[in-house]
């Protein structure tokens, strides 16, 4: 196994700050999405790249009235692994999630 690559301070500053952004800006789709004021239509048509990295089952159990056995259960029935990311979604997978969910 090969060792993590050695970052000078700033490096791992800056990688820290990066990070911590991105969070951020999930957090903040995730409560856009759970207050309504984004859709999930526009979550898959979304260019962003903080939304195409957000894992598929975090996007569904930010929706209103979607929890945590509800969006593994919709992911098992359209046939989502778990763990899939919202960039790695097929054309079929989108549209079956629009039509089971709405726009």
Known sequence: MTSPPSLTP???EAALAKAAAARA???EIKARLKMGSL???EVLASDDVNIHKMKVLAMLESLPKVGKV??????DEIG???NRRIQGLGAQQRTALL???GG
């Open 80 to 82: 989502i692994a778990e």
């Open 25 to 27: 800006a999930r957090a």
């Open 10 to 12: 700033e490096q791992r």
């Open 99 to 101: 039509d089971r969910l």
């Open 39 to 41: 859709t999930l239509a």
């Open 70 to 75: 509800k969006a593994r259960r919709i992911m």
